[in-house]
């Protein structure tokens, strides 16, 4: 059984930076898709970003896009979200997840309920 474990969250200024990583232990590292999604207090958990298998595949939440970078090093069995000029309603527990099975080739998972093994999340705080 696969287990995911993220790091790198912090607390930091408003137009800051942070690389978050997932690390993959357990099964090889070969999932079709990897994702982070993120939840605020009192909201639903929501879709950041995702990326293919391949690591050349990749689609982000209008919200982030053009600020945040998801990569994979499937070397290393680890996924990264790199977030440059992040905003304080950035400020979220960030999980990451892992869909096990079949991937359509063209599609990108960006539900919950497309994933099925989960992080147990690393709080981001952006003040401003």
């Not at 209008?62 to 905003?87: C, E, P």
């Not at 960030?94 to 309920?113: E, H």
């Amino acid at each position: 059984q696969v287990q995911l474990v993220e790091s790198g969250g912090g607390l930091v200024q408003a137009g800051g930076s942070l690389r978050l990583s997932c690390a993959a232990s357990g099964r090889t590292f070969s999932s079709c898709a990897m994702g982070w999604f993120r939840q605020a207090p009192g909201k639903e958990r929501e879709f950041v970003a995702t990326i293919k298998r391949s690591g050349d595949s990749t689609y982000y939440a209008y919200s982030v896009k053009g600020r945040f970078t998801i990569s994979r090093d499937n070397a290393k069995n680890t996924v990264f979200l790199q977030m440059n000029n992040l905003k304080p309603e950035d400020t979220a527990v960030y999980y990451c997840a892992q869909r096990d099975g079949y991937c359509s080739g063209t599609y990108y998972y960006t539900r919950p309920n497309g994933y099925d093994v989960w992080g147990q999340g690393t709080q981001v705080t952006v003040s401003s």
